[in-house]
């Protein structure tokens, strides 16, 4: 109540108006869940990697998968064990132990060869971080020139969709793609997902990676 008080100290009311509710955070008064989402991040004391995650060039479930990713938040099967579920705890892509969603999306063997392939094509030595968040946070420490930069920025979320595709359709599918069909899959993601990005044109796939090495 007395926030509401200091609010309305000293402003003129207009009997002849209607109340009406203004939403502060943006010029014209009027609500939206962008506005809301970038207030709270501006007063949130916690790093996160937001330009990366809500990119243009992704589809949009990719950001909300790369959000929970972040979080910790994706449905996993150590997830699913805190919850009480009895299940053996495994990584589908190599048979080995699954103990979280940084495992599957950084450090599973399956996932370092599409990063290796990834950091070929850009002519960059990377040092892999712990975490999701954090290796989308060093991920903005990397200057690749404005048009570069947005393909740069889409390259990790198209990696992360790649794994997880694969991990999903060799867990309920039982299926598994070669390592020569996963590089295309990833590599045709990240093409289809940012040509326009290049120039007025779409480029062909071999150009638009040619484009890519290029300084």
Known sequence: MERLLLTIQGRRLDPNL???VLWKETKDGIFSVKSLYCALVLRSVVQFPNSIIWSPYVP????????????????????LKKWGWTLANRCFLY?????????????????????ELLFTIFGVIWVF????KDTLL???GINMGKKHSK??????????????????????????????????????????????????RPLPLISFFDWLGSS
């Not at 929970?68 to 997830?79: F, I, R």
Request: proline share 1%.
């Open 138 to 140: 060093g991920w903005l």
């Open 129 to 132: 971080s712990y975490s999701v």
């Open 18 to 20: 209607e109340d009406r």
């Open 95 to 115: 048979c080995a132990e699954e103990k979280f969603i940084d495992h599957i999306l950084i450090h599973c063997t399956k996932a370092r060869v599409l990063w």
């Open 151 to 200: 393909v740069w920025k889409a390259t990790p979320l198209c990696l992360f969709w790649a794994i997880l595709k694969e991990r999903n359709r060799i867990a309920f599918k039982n299926e598994e793609l070669s390592i020569h069909r996963l590089k295309n899959s990833f590599v045709g993601n990240l093409w289809f997902w940012t040509k326009l990005i290049v120039d007025e």
């Open 60 to 79: 949009t479930k990719v950001g909300f998968f790369a959000w929970e990713a972040s979080w910790g938040m994706v449905l996993t099967l150590d997830q």
